[in-house]
């Protein structure tokens, strides 16, 4: 096939060619004056499986012909040259042997890192591992560094990393990379006694791992050997390309790996010949992109390059740019240029790193039945089969919170036998006992709401058949990782039976099970929370492709498959700095220096990866670039290569600026159009501020006391609980919030006075805060939160029995907790309240107090608003308390609890409690009248406080600045 040559044989493609098109056509052309059979001794080298797959695919299409042996470089392992080595050990028993000895460093280094993060650092350290291996670094390498000038953690990495030097010894077992490394260096050795006859071509890599580099160089320099390097720069002064030498400045350049391949081959990109004569899309702008791409210290040659540049505006007339407001915009963006693209016939790409984005896409390709071939998959973790795992998993050794029951009682694969039945109890368990009940809920709590279900007959072997699996999983402790793995497999299948390896999501499942159950015996001794960890690494290294079939035209890819240049337009996606290119992840092993020092890959070696694919990608015949200006929480900031594209077209005044103009023009075009999509057809008018008038028969005909407040602040909150019936349901998962330690601190006081009501102990400090320890223990499930409480507690003690001490001179505890309720005269109305404690004194007068654990309402508010001491003095005064008649009730105060400890309230003179009374019913006669509306946020205490109803009554549409609308309702 190729003539004899005296130096390394190398060709390219430019970007904008169909890499596998031309790659086929080129050697279609060179083949065609040989036997046809010489084809099938064509020995082609790719580098991925799909480049694998087009290829055939397009020797396919045309005239019948031998196939070349197409293979990946990745199976050179295979060869007999490597049937004498064992096979690679199994990457993940690696990472569980890894993953022991970082649980020692950290255990013996508590500052290095959380226990939680274990295996992702032996994922790194394998990664490291696997990369010194490809690259030839040995160990004692890193062990020779000079460490002096860097911080101690960096030395303390360097000592961890000689512990991995078993791993590398001659008689320790390869790993995937150090056995692709070893099959390279026969396979020079033989080449170098005996080169093949028949060609052999690596085509598509940029030689980017050492183990490939070094294979593509020993093919190069073989007789009928040859490499055919995608996405080469043709338009690259040969000045700007020798100043590539530099890897620190230039790593991240997209053509820095070619340069450094034709280095070490002694040649310059002046002595790399076309593979084929096809031309690219468009010239123009691979000559545009290039310049825009130059290393960073030689951009001053814009000014002078610049002007030089031909037909900008032809070269620019199919690139769109999207600068959408925000990711949802450029998602329906996108997903509108797709749906066009699947009308007209036209195959289209999206190619974005950024996985939320394209999801986002695909979500909304669904409105139109489109499903885009999606190359990545869904994650397994996300899928049903792999979400069930994940959540017993996380469940083995804990507490039960009733959250994540619910979540496992509602999962798709649990009780799907009798799912009807199941998901009818699991509700009602919902509604009746989690929400608002305990936050971790027991076998014996819940077969006490079991009991009372008397007609479901089954409801007793419902909850013993789940609790019997979730006592197992609480129950774990730490073993052997293949008895965790075998029990948590047991357990879960026992929730859902087969149905949980159903499917393609179920057998991908069973794969990672199986991938888990090969490697355990590498895994030790685990705690329970380690193996929960183990168990979301494993089924995050696993993708489920949509089982539905998917549109034939419309591909979603990574960043990788730009090199498979086949569809007729691409849209570049999430162009982002952070998104693409991603910023490199921190390495916890080795910095930048020390990796430079011991010969390995620089961090913006990823960036320089990504940066060549979007060279290649952005020379596509039509193609888009599309970013959101505002994520979730920030302004973006636009990817450099955007950047530096909008920066050169920008500053080039004749022809740059308005073609950078148009193509923005075209990009709002269509982010105009996504805009309008979510826009409804016609405008409604904005809801009216409601004040609802329900019947007379429908209004409330009692309230507590603590509701007068709401009657006079937000009537419309009154109207929805009371006469509509509708309650905000309870959190789920009860939290230690404010009502809560309200709650317990009642509770607390309640029991103390009631034991201290005759006299108060010298010892009455420790007595109340050895209660609160009890109550706490028994209320608040929640360790940290109990030490707060309780800390806080004992700060305000002294001041409370120091203060009780004087309240005890004016009057001793009566009653605790006690309900009252007094019917208003003339009126269909019941007030009714519970005074949190009733003082007696002497002559038999009353005092009440109410407990606070937070600020106390000023008197303004007492006054106008906060009316719930004086109503109960009021409903104490009208003989509303049982067995308490014909009493005076001479003062009513707030006790605080809180930060400020302080004690406040009022006193009442003949007649104030009256008044108070005459208030009340003046009121609640006016919300008896009949055209007396309910309106909504009438006097809220902050405006910018969400009340519960607020949804109800459309707050948003409306604010307090407008006039309630009354409205007859339900009449």
């Known amino acids: 096939m190729f003539d004899p040559s005296d130096h390394p044989r190398v060709f390219a493609l430019p970007p904008g060619v169909d890499f596998p098109a031309a790659l086929v056509r080129g050697l279609r052309d060179r083949m065609k004056d040989t036997a046809p059979h010489d084809m099938a001794r064509v020995e082609l080298f790719v580098n991925t499986a799909r480049m694998q797959r087009r290829i055939r695919k397009l020797f396919a299409q045309q005239d019948a012909s031998f196939l070349p042996k197409l293979r990946l470089v990745t199976d050179l392992g295979r060869d007999d040259i490597g049937a004498d080595l064992p096979d690679a050990v199994n990457p993940l028993v690696r990472r569980l042997e890894l993953a022991q000895l970082v649980r020692k460093l950290i255990e013996a280094e508590r500052d290095f890192a959380a226990r939680a ?44 990393l000689k512990l991995v030097t078993k791993f590398f010894a001659s008689d320790a077992p390869l790993n995937a990379e150090a056995r692709q490394r070893v099959v390279v260096n026969r396979l020079i050795a033989r080449w170098a006694d005996t080169p093949p006859t028949h060609p052999l071509i690596i085509a598509g890599s940029t030689g980017s791992r050492g183990t490939t580099r070094l294979l593509m160089e020993a093919v190069a320099k073989l007789p009928q050997g040859a490499l055919i390097l995608p996405g080469f720069d043709t338009d690259m002064p040969e000045t700007v390309w020798n100043q590539l030498d530099d890897d620190l400045a230039s790593e991240d350049h997209p053509q820095y790996r070619f340069h450094a391949l034709l280095r070490a081959l002694e040649l310059t990109n002046a002595d790399v010949p076309l593979w084929d004569d ?5 010239a123009g702008r691979n000559a545009l992109v290039s310049l825009a791409l130059r290393p960073a210290p030689v951009t001053d040659e814009w000014l002078l ?5 031909q037909n900008l505006t032809a070269a620019t007339s199919n690139v769109t740019l999207i600068e959408a407001p925000t990711a949802r915009h450029e998602a329906l963006a996108i997903a509108l240029r797709l749906r066009k693209a699947a009308e007209d016939g036209q195959s289209a790409a999206l190619i974005s790193p950024d996985r939320m984005l394209t999801r986002q896409v695909t979500a909304a390709l669904q409105r139109w039945g489109i499903e885009p071939d999606d190359s990545a998959g869904i994650p397994l973790p996300q899928t049903p089969s792999g979400r069930i795992l994940r959540q017993t998993a996380e469940l083995m050794g804990r507490k039960l919170p009733s959250d994540k029951l619910l979540a496992l009682l509602k999962h798709p694969l649990v009780a799907s036998g009798e799912r009807g039945d199941h998901l009818k109890r699991t509700r009602d368990l919902e509604l009746e006992l989690l929400r608002g009940g305990p936050p971790f809920p027991t076998r014996e709590e819940v077969l006490e709401w079991a009991e009372k279900r008397k007609s479901d007959e089954g409801i007793q072997t419902w909850v013993a058949g789940v609790w019997d699996v979730l006592d197992a999983l609480a129950n774990c402790t730490t073993a052997p990782l293949p008895e965790l793995l075998e029990s948590h497999i047991a357990l879960t299948e026992q929730l859902c039976g087969a149905a949980m390896w159903d499917k393609p999501t179920g057998e991908e499942a069973a794969k990672a099970v199986s991938e888990l159950r090969e490697a355990a015996s590498a895994g030790g001794e685990m705690s329970c929370s380690d193996y929960g960890d183990l168990v979301h690494f494993v089924l995050n290294r696993h993708e489920v492709r949509d089982p539905n079939a998917p549109h034939p035209g419309i591909m979603i890819w ?5 090199r498979v240049q086949g569809s007729d337009m691409v849209i570049l996606a999430g162009l982002n700095d952070g998104i693409w290119p991603e910023l ?3 390495d916890p092993w080795l910095n930048r220096q020390m990796r430079r020092d011991a010969g390995l890959l620089l961090p913006d070696r990823r960036i320089g990866l990504s940066a060549h694919d979007f060279q290649q990608a952005i020379a596509a015949p039509e193609v888009w670039l599309t970013r959101a ?18 920066n050169l077209l920008g500053g080039l005044e004749d022809e740059g600026k308005p073609a950078l103009g148009a193509m923005r023009g075209r990009g709002a075009e269509w982010v105009a159009l996504a805009a309008a999509l979510d826009t409804p057809r016609s405008d409604l008018p904005p809801a009216r501020r409601p004040s609802p008038i329900p019947p007379l028969t429908a209004r409330p005909k009692k309230l507590p006391v603590t509701q007068i407040e709401t009657l006079i602040r937000d009537p419309y909150a009154v109207y929805a609980r009371y006469v509509l019936k509708l309650r905000p349901l309870d959190a789920l998962h009860a939290s230690a919030d404010a009502p809560l330690r309200g709650l317990a601190l009642h509770d607390v006081l309640d029991r103390f006075i009631d034991e201290t009501a005759a006299h108060l102990p010298d010892d009455a400090v420790q007595k109340l805060t050895d209660m609160a320890q009890e109550v706490f223990a028994d209320m608040v499930p929640w360790p940290a939160t109990r030490a707060m409480w309780q800390a806080k507690l004992e700060r305000v003690a002294p001041w409370f029995i120091e203060t009780e001490h004087l309240r005890r001179q004016y009057a001793r505890p009566l009653l605790q907790e006690e309900r009252g309720a007094v019917k208003l005269d003339g009126l269909d109305f019941t007030l009714e309240g519970r005074a949190d404690r009733i003082d007696e004194a002497t002559d038999g007068a009353l005092f009440l107090y109410d407990y606070k654990t937070g600020s ?17 003095a009021a409903i104490a005064d009208k003989d509303g308390f049982k067995g308490l008649t014909r009493r005076k009730v001479v003062g009513a105060d707030y006790i605080g609890l809180g930060s400020a400890a302080k004690q406040e309230g009022d006193r009442f003179e003949f007649g104030d409690l009256d008044k108070v009374w005459d208030e009340l019913t003046a009121l609640i006669s006016a919300y008896l009248e009949p055209d007396k509306g309910f309106s909504s946020r009438r006097a809220v205490f902050e405006t910018r406080w969400e009340q519960n109803y607020d949804h109800l ?10 006039e309630a609308v009354a409205q007859e309702v339900g009449q």
Do not use: C, I
Not at 127 to 151: F, I, K
């Open 584 to 586: 490199p992840g921190p």
């Open 856 to 872: 106390l309402p000023t008197k303004a508010q007492r006054e106008h608003f906060n009316k719930q001491l004086p109503l109960l």
């Open 278 to 282: 096809t031309p690219p899309a468009s």
């Open 117 to 160: 993060h274990t295996f992702d650092l032996a994922d790194s350290l394998a990664a490291l591992m696997e990369e010194m291996q490809g690259e030839g670094v040995h160990p004692d390498t890193l062990g020779d560094l000079d460490v002096d000038r860097h911080s101690a953690h960096w030395e303390r990495s360097q000592k961890f």
């Open 629 to 646: 200006k505002r994520n979730a929480e920030a302004e973006t900031v636009p990817s450099r290569w955007v950047n530096r594209l909008t």
């Open 305 to 309: 390059e610049g002007p030089k540049l």
């Open 953 to 962: 009554a459309r707050y948003g549409e409306w604010d307090e600045t407008d």
């Open 558 to 562: 990574g960043t990788l498959e730009a």
